[in-house]
């Protein structure tokens, strides 16, 4: 039976469906009864649940957030849909068909990952390869790399989308760096390799993309400086040198590759690399968002929707 | 003899040499004598130029502007410096070492013209194609195109440096659009290389860099946009037919190819090709300009000075 | 029977009424039966159209857009109202009543365009006469002059309005322009005469106000630019002489009259005519923009409600 | 003798002539001598001077500020222009050409007030007629009104300014609200005629143009607000009614006369007087800028100089 | 009984609750009848109330605002809940629950107001201890600023709100004061002490908090600048000198304590004890936003909603 | 003899004193001579010296930078002040008087190092109190904080200017915080502590106040969050537990502490002690800035010269 999505469901249906809970709180009534009021969730949004008349003990069974069984109906209360829960049980997260749940890239994670490995193979810097090679042989770190979304919204949202931004940011730095001869290019691809790899640790996307607290305060930017300096402080304590400059330009890169302080970048781009990689990644983001956009919507129309971060509808007809 | 560059003057020295005169106004002092009121430059720079005693025959004389052999004493007067000028002859510009007055590219002009127009000759929609035709086939136009600067003064400031600019763009445009399968090809090829055209009429760079009445009155981007439209009128007067959609979606990207309102685009991009267009001028100009800031300062510092239009000093030193 | 306009149908009435259709699409459900998805509008909204059950046959009847008789009902979808369509019939738009579909202006028209062409006929100079009297023996172009809305929402978003809008800042001018003896008279008024002309193209006002797909992406600046140096093209072709200092002139004042880059002048101001043209535009749209919202809302209140451009409410009452 | 103007003297003159001493400080040197730190000025500027050798008599002697006559010497210090003062003797300012020190308007201030005064007249509601009763027969305000600048720099910086410019937007307003019959004309008449009334107490113009310490401290804005209020008090304690509300909606016109926070208006415009009176103030304070740049410079180029607030050059040349 | 708050009404519930009536209008439907259009609130938000079959004699029966016992029942109209009011009975604000309708400090008005004398009272220069004490021997005026709201909504939103917020800023005062010695501490506290001042007059709090419409014209910057010179102009009229320098200084620190131009200040800080009082208002308000904001959701979650004004989340959870 | 400051030296005059050298560079003349260029500094700014008739041996016998003894002769060389060297011999920095050099504070060093000590002394948050300790006991790390300037320019720029920011901040947090005890002290009081070590990194001043390269590249805000991390790494090694949630609202605070994006934080404050912590930061500067630019000028004017950061000038009468 296919899933009901969330943005599918009409007041007054019966719901008998899997979803996602959040935030499950146990309340009690004015008149001391208990209820449970929490969010349920998929892919394409979220309500809120309620389910009068329970139990401590349905409370404590629910996961905290995790799969459910739902039986119930939906209604209107002061113009917004929730949903009566009548009975709600733990799923096997191994029954669910996760792609209800996150979207996930279209292209191939095992092809674009070794794509990556070679791209960034090529970089001849001594400390930077070193400080590559840590990266790459971080098996954990690669296996969140390869599942992280590249954002919650805007660009690449889905799972495996920061490994698709990044690997075609490096097909693209490898396609013009031939033309830009003075740029330093073991900088720009060490850059756009780990520009992002802070999003591994300020999203969470094992069941739903969100923030992290962690990623909320200390952002992705500040925590790829922190990961970097975390691998060259246990390669240095294993006795590879890794020449401070290098990691301060590499560095430089990371804190400036928003362009803009009110994109959140500390710190203005200050060289030809810093430049690049900023250029790389907005040029990739916006095509992604663009793309998105106007393959998006389902409409004949030639123009889509106003796209708030873009302060423009988008021109969707072709020219022949 | 080595021409003396205005920047290299200082005051007391004796001048005898070719320069450019700018804007002479014949004037008489409160006592009644006339004397000529002028500007003397190169490409390094200008000072106010006094003739005392002038005739009205001298004034007549002038090129207004042009190549005058100056000689005469440099005077501090109100702490600036100035040229006293005694005598004043008009040069034939045939006879001036026109690197002095104006900086060249340092590319091959024919080289990156027929690269030009072989990358411009892939274009296939029939109505782009006629359109580019009659760019290319415009003798006067594209002798501009291979002279004219690509700015007064951020980047490109020299003979050719439209050219160049263009002729590297279409190649970043070139190795990046295979990336970007679902991006009109056509559409960023012909926007690249006229995204400036209107560059040729907006400054005047025969002397001197300058902005024309014109230019600075209607300013390139709407020239661009006229000289599309009048070569369409042209063909369809023909018997070309040239599709109106495919003259709209290609004049979007002219208007919006600075990205932002606060650039001195009236409209932002709408389209993904516009924002490519938008993203390789970007990327190229500031590449240059990063270059020229660094390798332009005669220091060994690590750090340029600091660069206004980009808000930070540049970092010089290379990784090892 | 009077007009049910869109804003006051309420959830589950009968629908027995003419609307304009927009957009239909033929789809099929997940059960493979036929469906129309449409807009029905008229001058104070739209609402989402359902017909089920639907033919190829009625889709192929529809205009698209243009008006309809619709019979249905409305019922809440998802907390939106919606139509149920269950018959939809083409209109022959002569049995319209076009103000129920389009908002017209108050003025008398013919009396307006008489008093523009009196006051555009007193400007002297040789070049801007001929230009003026190619604009106003264009018989079409006339038309859409006297029809066209002056935009869009803002103020002056009526048939008739750019008459309107252009008639008053005429009269402006002339009332100004002898306090000013040292700007040009002739400019000011050709600039105001044209500053809008291009929205005759920009924007679509047969059957409901939108934006044309050229006009969204060229906008009515470069449009109005365009149709300039087309008009003086014309005349030279007959042998008329226009000063081309002269087009340029009243270009820029087209190019600059938004006064601000953020605004979509991809020039700023720099002749006293181009302010003069500037500030009479926005001081017209703003006296409007205002009498429009302390007239428009049905409240006895003080106060209107927060205008979100003027970023205040505004204060209603008059003193004594 | 004409007056040396203070930006006509070169290093290594003699100086002999009648300047403005402005802060004049008696002070010891290292070695123990007295000597006079001070400015010398005129409408053309300021120079330091310094007497050496000096004594307290002489210091006492001094106007502060005042005119004095100056015998001395101009000489480079430090590359900077100074006066070493040999003598410096007070003046009495009847032996003074004023114009020397202040530029003044070029209209017919006794014309001008006496049309302010008729214009003003038409005013009907009570209680503005009887709060402009108030001001225009305050004998030592109106003397103030009709001397006051406009401005320190930006336009109508001299003095009877601040009347020439009240004066024709006073005009201006009456030849454009007969164009908007909901506008209150006795409003705008009144907000017009004090917008700036603050100025003669915010500016100090009596041997040059400065800010008075009060007037930097809480500006011409807020000083208009006041006096309005302290006019209306005395009015009221002389038993003479005056509407709350009438004087409300007159302190919000002059509170956001600015039409903008970030220039200074504390109050953006809710109603149609106030944006009425922001459009004209704004309008002839730039038509009075663009026009003294234009005529100010002596060039015949066809560009002003860069104009830092426009953020433009200006184009002088006149269409024919 | 419990008051039924405006947030919990649902659709199709039966009312008879008391509620405050805003702007009633008697107005008559197409069909002749005549019914009552009003707004019903209380603390917590406010909905429309529609009297079908009205009449004249219960229309004028309505206080404008006032306190209104209700019955009739809650409906969906247009997606938006209202209510159909069957009957409706002023009743006398003494029988009120006042903190129904507004929300009310929870700290000691008789205490913090003896402690703002105490510290006030430590005041030493002679102009501003006359002065302080015009204010404090007001008894209407100081009423109201026992009672007056700090703000609409951003920051102590409550009765008392602008006397805890004052009291709080000058214990802040108080205590860093000492390790600033240079600054004048006796024009921070009276300038803590008036800053909002004019908050009484611009405010209405008697029933529910909205503006004044002479509050919204002029604003309580304004407002307490006027009070100032309002109680000096008092005083010197009974023989009381006041320096006019102090007035200054202290109608600076009120102008400019809004920190910046488009926070509606019309003078930016220009002395250390202006920076200071802005930097105290600044911190003690931001403190009581952020803590309403962790404190005023129901929720478990470590994070907040979106606060739009600080345009971040805030992170509830403390540390361990 | 007193040091001849760089600010006070004038054309034409033998030089004989101890200067700074920074960045000597060797070139040869176009005739082949060689010369050595350098910049010659104390605190008072910086002048260019040009060495004529120079050696290699010379050459290499300077510091780069170091302290020199310089004899020659200064001189106008095109409108810039120059010293034209005799002989330059080396000096050891023991003989310098340091304060020629560098400014320092005023306050005592030992005693407000004491007081910081005591204040950090009193965080009882176990996490916290370890990592202070850590932080405390790192000699040479406090020995830098004891040294280091606040800042370049703006405020405390002098040795020991960063402890008297901090110790001022604390002073300042300590004071207030009994007044909001909602807000975690600990971590107020930890943040302020080190909210800007990382300047001890990010600046170079054991000479003259420059930015360091890595410095530059990385700013103090992201090196403090790398200093707070090796700090907690090192404890966890050492088996201390660091919680690390309050790792991150401690980092938060760091990174947040300018306020706002365009100043640099790549965060903005999302807890009540990150904005606490930023409004500290804010008014212990300004005051600071404020004092210096009042106390900084001599001159018995009532205003300063116009501080180009405060967009004002600043008020200097004290009332009486």
Redesign the interface.
């Known amino acids: 039976m296919a899933h009901k999505f969330i943005t599918e469901i009409?007041?007054a249906e019966t719901i008998n469906d899997i979803y996602l809970v959040r935030?499950p709180?146990l309340r009690s009534t004015t008149k001391g009864d208990l209820y449970i009021a929490m969010f349920l969730c998929d892919r394409t949004g979220q309500l809120n649940g309620r389910m009068w008349q329970a139990s401590e003990m349905v409370y404590k069974s629910l996961p905290k957030p995790g799969f459910v069984h739902v039986k119930g109906r939906s209604e209107?209360?002061?113009?917004?849909?929730q949903i009566v829960v009548n009975t709600i049980t733990p799923i096997d997260p191994s029954k669910v068909t996760v792609e209800d749940f996150l979207p996930r890239t279209t292209g191939d994670v095992a092809q674009m990952f070794a794509e990556v490995k070679q791209i960034v193979g090529e970089i001849g810097?001594a400390?930077?390869k070193a400080l590559m090679g840590a990266f790459l042989s971080d098996k954990e770190m690669m296996d969140n790399f390869c599942s992280a979304p590249g954002g919650m919204k805007l660009h690449h949202g889905c799972i495996g989308g920061l490994l698709e931004h990044t690997h075609?940011m490096l097909?693209?730095a490898r396609?013009?760096l031939p033309?830009?001869p003075?740029?330093?290019g073991?900088?720009v691809l060490a850059g756009v390799f780990l520009h992002d790899m802070g999003k591994t640790e300020e999203l969470s996307y094992d069941m739903a993309f969100s923030y992290t607290?962690?990623g909320?305060?200390?952002?992705h930017?500040?925590k790829t400086?922190?990961m970097i300096?975390?691998k060259a402080?246990a390669l240095r304590a294993e006795g590879v040198e890794i020449?401070?400059?290098?990691l301060?330009?590499l560095?430089?890169i990371i804190?400036a590759h928003h362009g803009q302080?009110?994109?959140?970048?500390?710190?203005?781009?200050?060289?030809?690399e810093a430049?690049?990689v900023y250029?790389i990644d907005?040029?990739d983001a916006?095509?992604n968002q663009?793309?998105a956009a106007?393959e998006g919507e389902v409409?004949?129309?030639?123009?889509t929707a106003f796209q708030g971060p873009?302060?423009?509808?988008?021109?969707r007809?072709?020219?022949?």
């Open positions: 009409e007041p935030d709180i209107l209360y002061q113009n917004n849909l810097n400390s930077l075609n097909r693209v396609a013009i033309l830009y003075h740029v330093q073991d900088l607290d962690s909320q305060l200390i952002g930017i500040n400086l922190l300096h975390r402080d020449n401070p400059e290098v301060d330009a560095g430089h804190l302080y009110e994109f959140g970048s500390p710190k203005l781009p200050a060289t030809a430049f690049m250029y907005d040029l916006k095509m663009v793309n106007i409409s004949d129309a030639n123009w873009l302060q423009t509808r988008l021109y007809k072709r020219i022949e």
